[in-house]
């Protein structure tokens, strides 16, 4: 049964300490996104690569954000330092191809920061 | 740049029929998603578009025109559970945004008896 798998599913944290996410993509999906989600702003895209490579990551705040793809395998989100503004679910998602297919989701990783 | 807008909440009774609008302005188009979310939970799949017209699957159906930016997600004989969020996206086209997927921010959609 394919599918995203992100961890940690929750994390609580203090503000000032470094927060990473990971998430594995389905096999064989060459575009990863990742997303944060929050009541106020919905769905914001963050960052996304196509086999591997950042294609996009203006939607991050660049200060304290970064994202990488290590390996096809496993992207990384990591947040340093964190803030209570950075409290949010962050998804990651996959895609088979660049102009087709369905976009799966992880289960989302909640971050609280305090 | 990329907008895409749709109602904020919407109330329908069990059993009726439900229309959720989303319109849009895009660099490019290369398909339409919709999603439904549930509270505390992952979007799951509902629907793509990529050509003019009405695709039907079930009790869903989903509507594109993109001369207009427009779409809509039709929910037939609705049932409780179709009680969440339902997320519009966009994936855009042209070299530089080919794969960029964008979410419009849902419309919450209650369902009463």
């Known amino acids: 049964d394919a599918r995203v798998t992100q961890t940690p599913r929750h994390k609580v944290t203090e503000m000032g300490q470094e927060v990473t996410m990971r998430c594995q993509p389905i096999?064989?999906?060459?575009?990863v996104f990742w997303y944060r989600q929050t009541m106020m702003q919905g769905l914001e895209l963050l960052a996304y690569?196509?086999?591997?490579?950042?294609?996009?990551d203006s939607g991050m705040p660049k200060d304290r954000f970064s994202a990488e793809m290590p390996d096809a395998t496993l992207a990384t989100l990591k947040i340093q330092p964190s803030e209570p503004r950075d409290s949010a679910v962050y998804f990651c998602a996959s895609v088979q191809g660049a102009r087709t297919g369905e976009l799966f989701f992880g289960e989302g990783s909640r971050l609280t920061v305090l | 740049g990329q907008n895409i807008d749709q109602p904020t909440e919407m109330t329908a009774t069990e059993g009726a029929i439900v229309q959720i609008n989303c319109t849009y302005q895009?660099?490019?188009?290369?398909?339409l998603f919709w999603y439904q979310q549930h509270a505390g939970e992952a979007p799951t799949f509902l629907s793509y578009?990529?050509?003019?017209g009405l695709e039907e699957k079930g009790r869903f159906s989903s509507f594109l025109s993109r001369s207009k930016g427009y779409s809509y997600l039709l929910l037939k004989e609705l049932q409780m559970k179709d009680s969440a969020s339902y997320l519009c996206a966009v994936r855009g086209g042209g070299r530089s945004s080919a794969s960029k997927i964008i979410f419009g921010s849902g419309t919450r959609l209650s369902i009463r008896p």
């Open positions: 895009t660099s490019g188009f290369n398909g």
């Open positions: 096999l064989g999906h060459n575009t």
């Open positions: 578009n990529v050509l003019d």
């Open positions: 690569f196509r086999n591997r490579a950042p294609l996009d």
